[in-house]
């Protein structure tokens, strides 16, 4: 008999409890999803954190809890416990989701981060080598079917990087077998994502990579109106800028300098 050894339930979910009951008491007529309260805290709570806070209140009977699924997705929505009539705006959220959750829309939003990453590189003088790659100077990645997004360089340092164009931090095991990757191509692993949680940054640091988040969700040009809704109904933190903003490159620059062997 094989036995899994019980994690110790983190206090910190105890310190977002009353952080989250101040929303909705703020907000007692509002109706919220999940993912919105995850990016509302995230400066001050790991997503996950939040997430079983949200579960414990409405276990509790603090806040309401509705379920459901959208494209695939499984999505809680919370109101406050007096918000009576609430349901008619919780399927006006779902419908809302519904549209960003589309498949075809998920894929364009991802392709578009890529894309203005892309032209980002360029501008900083990294050459794109390789896009959708497992293979680099002879090696080739085979433990798993993943590959990275692009393999970039400048003054001679290779970099495996992986850009994620979410609202949601990248799954731990992708990670992982990205950072695994790396390490067998003999890439400099770089990171390039909306946010993650600061045990993820120290993974990547312990892999002498990068970390750079750009902290709005990049929105393809032409849908200003679902950009609008997004960002008036959800509160969400999507934006559709023209460029990366040059201060997110000045970051990643300045860390590539320090890595070069004479960095002046």
Same mark, same amino acid.
């Given at each position: 008999?094989? &036995?899994?050894?019980?994690?110790?339930r983190d206090t910190k979910i105890d310190?977002?409890?009353p952080r989250i009951m101040r929303i909705?008491?703020?907000? $007692?007529?509002?109706?919220?999803?999940?993912?919105?309260?995850?990016?509302?805290?995230?400066?001050?709570?790991?997503?996950?954190?939040?997430? !079983?806070?949200?579960?414990?209140? +409405?276990?509790?009977?603090?806040?309401?809890?509705?379920?459901?699924?959208?494209?695939?997705?499984? =999505?809680?929505? &919370?109101?406050?416990?007096?918000?009576? &009539?609430? !349901?008619?705006?919780?399927?006006?959220?779902?419908?809302?989701?519904?549209?960003?959750?589309?498949?075809?829309?998920?894929?364009?939003?991802?392709?578009?981060?890529?894309?203005?990453? #892309?032209? +980002?590189?360029?501008?900083?003088?990294?050459?794109?080598?390789? !896009?959708?790659?497992?293979?680099?100077?002879?090696?080739?990645?085979s433990q798993t079917n993943h590959n990275? #997004?692009?393999?970039?360089?400048?003054?001679?340092?290779?970099?495996?990087?992986?850009?994620?164009?979410?609202?949601?931090?990248? #799954?731990?095991?992708?990670?992982?077998?990205?950072?695994?990757?790396?390490?067998?191509?003999?890439?400099? $692993?770089?990171?390039?994502?909306?946010?993650?949680?600061?045990?993820?940054?120290?993974?990547?640091?312990?892999?002498?990579?990068?970390?750079?988040?750009?902290?709005?969700?990049?929105? $393809?040009?032409?849908?200003?109106?679902?950009?609008?809704? =997004?960002?008036?109904?959800?509160?969400?933190?999507?934006?559709?800028?023209?460029?990366?903003? #040059?201060?997110?490159?000045?970051?990643?620059?300045?860390?590539?300098?320090? !890595?070069?062997?004479?960095?002046?």
């Amino acid at each position: 008999m094989s &036995y899994r050894r019980r994690l110790p339930r983190d206090t910190k979910i105890d310190e977002a409890k009353p952080r989250i009951m101040r929303i909705f008491e703020q907000y $007692p007529a509002q109706v919220f999803y999940s993912t919105q309260i995850e990016t509302t805290l995230e400066k001050e709570f790991f997503h996950w954190i939040t997430n !079983k806070a949200l579960v414990e209140l +409405a276990d509790e009977k603090q806040i309401q809890r509705m379920e459901a699924i959208v494209h695939g997705n499984s =999505v809680n929505f &919370y109101a406050h416990i007096k918000h009576r &009539y609430w !349901k008619r705006e919780q399927k006006r959220l779902q419908a809302l989701l519904h549209r960003m959750f589309d498949p075809q829309f998920a894929q364009a939003v991802g392709r578009h981060g890529e894309m203005m990453f #892309d032209s +980002a590189f360029a501008r900083n003088r990294f050459i794109i080598e390789a !896009k959708n790659a497992k293979s680099w100077n002879g090696r080739t990645w085979s433990q798993t079917n993943h590959n990275l #997004d692009r393999i970039v360089t400048r003054d001679s340092i290779a970099y495996g990087v992986e850009i994620k164009n979410m609202q949601s931090y990248i #799954d731990h095991d992708e990670l992982q077998t990205k950072l695994s990757m790396c390490q067998h191509l003999a890439l400099t $692993p770089l990171f390039v994502m909306r946010a993650a949680p600061k045990s993820y940054m120290f993974e990547i640091d312990q892999h002498k990579g990068f970390g750079l988040l750009f902290d709005d969700q990049l929105y $393809p040009w032409g849908h200003g109106s679902l950009l609008a809704e =997004v960002q008036g109904q959800l509160g969400l933190k999507v934006a559709a800028p023209a460029d990366i903003p #040059d201060g997110h490159m000045q970051r990643l620059l300045r860390w590539h300098r320090r !890595k070069l062997p004479n960095p002046s």
